[in-house]
């Protein structure tokens, strides 16, 4: 039976999905619909937007790049194929299996970073909002929003499992002992060495979001500060 004085805060891009796979696949469709030169334009202008607004926004930079190429009818192709993308196929192996097996002690919840309309669309067409009962929390920057997950999603103890170490450092920071981190290495973000030499460890490590499945209460409910191979990493 679950506990709810216990909540697993899931990560979704690069952490129960693989959105270098979404993006590539997007990389793609864009050059053949609008040619190399303008596929680099879009990014560009997806850069530029996030360094504004903190997180990644497809649909408004579809927006932004509309107003720069007004009768390019077939930016219409690359919205419906955003609006249609099959993200559960792109899902990590056991992904769902990974949630399901931390409902055994607690409650299981999205908390993620995102704008307002793609990424509700991701996490619902993926499967993802279902695995985890609806307990999905989506912010700008969601380390600044700790407060309003406590109150939504109140717990004596938080796991938090994300592909990237200086998110897991900074709730860290703030919860301290009544969380523990899991840094989940996939992505580019995982593997960039200059993130992995500029952050602090997390409480614990994983190859790859199935490797959940090997853990239980013992390594990753109890005290981190005594936590059996604290900082340890567990291999898929």
Do not use: C
Request: charged share 30%; glycine share 6%; no cysteine.
């Amino acid at each position: 039976m679950s506990d709810p004085k216990i909540v697993f805060l899931f990560d979704v891009d690069n952490t129960l999905l693989d959105n270098d796979h979404v993006t590539d696949d997007l990389r793609h469709f864009m050059e053949r619909e609008i040619g190399a030169d303008r596929q680099q334009r879009y990014w560009e202008i997806f850069e530029r937007l996030r360094a504004e607004l903190g997180y990644a926004d497809y649909l408004g930079t579809l927006q932004r790049y509309r107003a720069e190429y007004p009768h390019n009818a077939s930016i219409l192709k690359v919205s419906l194929y955003l609006i249609r993308y099959p993200f559960a196929n792109r899902l990590f192996p056991n992904a769902l299996d990974a949630v399901e097996h931390v409902k055994q002690w607690g409650t299981a919840a999205i908390l993620s970073d995102g704008d307002a309309v793609f990424q509700p669309r991701k996490i619902e067409s993926s499967g993802l909002w279902d695995a985890v009962d609806g307990n999905v929390r989506i912010y700008v920057h969601k380390e600044t929003e700790l407060a309003d997950v406590e109150k939504k999603l109140p717990a004596e103890r938080y796991v938090v499992l994300d592909d990237k170490l200086r998110l897991l450092a900074e709730i860290k920071a703030q919860w301290k002992e009544r969380v523990t981190t899991i840094f989940v290495k996939q992505g580019h973000y995982a593997r960039d060495p200059k993130n992995l030499a500029t952050y602090p460890a997390a409480d614990l490590s994983i190859e790859h979001i199935g490797d959940l499945l090997q853990l239980g209460p013992a390594q990753f409910l109890s005290d981190t500060s005594a936590l059996p191979g604290r900082k340890g990493s567990v291999a898929g």
